[in-house]
Nanobody, 118 residues
Framework: QVHLMQSGGGSVQAGGSLNVSCVAS?????MAWFRQAPGKEREGVAV???????VYARSVRGRFTISRDNARKSTDLQMINLKPEDTAVYYC???????????????WGQGTQVTVSS
């Protein structure tokens, strides 16, 4: 299993911006970001293969940007124009499929809280 270490996140008012970052212990083909709000299932936010174009959940398209640095074995999620409904614990994940289905990811970061107040 790949070890993933997250950083970033925090609290911001609606309309603000935050970043979350994740560094992996080794290179993986697919890295993604998921989030889980209290009482809700974990949902996919963005996924990116090593050199390809990312895919985003409809709810974050145009506001979130995933990037990867293959040399650093890292992925970042830049979030702008944040909304209260973006409040959740955000997880990075490493896996083998170009999908936002969490079942295709077997390594997970520790989670980072993102809180957006109205």
């Amino acid at each position: 299993q790949v070890h993933l270490m997250q950083s970033g996140g925090g609290s911001v008012q609606a309309g603000g911006s935050l970043n979350v970052s994740c560094v992996a212990s080794e290179y993986t083909s697919h890295m993604a970001w998921f989030r889980q709000a209290p009482g809700k299932e974990r949902e996919g936010v963005a996924v990116m293969a090593g050199g390809g174009k990312p895919v985003y959940a409809r709810s974050v398209r145009g506001r979130f940007t995933i990037s990867r640095d293959n040399a650093r074995k890292s992925t970042d999620l830049q979030m702008i124009n944040l909304k209260p409904e973006d409040t959740a614990v955000y997880y990075c994940a490493a896996g083998w499929a170009f999908t936002l289905n969490p079942q295709n990811f077997d390594s997970w970061g520790q989670g980072t809280q993102v809180t957006v107040s109205s």
